[in-house]
Nanobody, 122 residues
Framework: QVQLVESGGGLVQAGGSLRLSCVVS????????MGWYRQAPGKQRELVAA???????NYRDSVRGRFTISRDNAKNTVYLQMNSLKPEDTAVYYC????????????????WGQGTQVTVSS
């Protein structure tokens, strides 16, 4: 059974840092793209960062240079290091494991963690 469990959220002041962790089932960890998404109240869920099985990363423009996504294959864990946090980073952050995009618009698989709250005060 696939499980994604996030941790590391909390309350920090603007300019502070947090490190999120996502422990992933080994059955899919090496076979998918891992991503961190976030959703703030009243806003749509948005991709924050993603990392492929080969280690290629991408970031949304608003976090590029401040956030770093990484993976530790030995620990089946994906991390999101968040530095220079801003109030607009406040959201619930979700870990996602997605398989290949299918022609019908869905995914081969699409698993989500329970989310961890990140709150950045000004």
């Amino acid at each position: 059974q696939v499980q994604l469990v996030e941790s590391g959220g909390g309350l920090v002041q603007a300019g502070g840092s947090l490190r999120l962790s996502c422990v992933v089932s080994g059955s899919i960890f090496d076979a998918n793209t891992m991503g961190w998404y976030r959703q703030a109240p009243g806003k749509q869920r948005e991709l924050v960062a993603a990392i492929t099985r080969g280690g290629t990363t991408n970031y949304r423009d608003s976090v590029r240079g401040r956030f770093t996504i990484s993976r530790d294959n030995a620990k089946n864990t994906v991390y999101l290091q968040m530095n220079s946090l801003k109030p607009e980073d406040t959201a619930v952050y979700y870990c996602n494991a997605a398989g290949r995009r299918l022609v019908d618009g869905g995914y081969e698989y699409d698993y989500w963690g329970q989310g961890t709250q990140v709150t950045v005060s000004s």
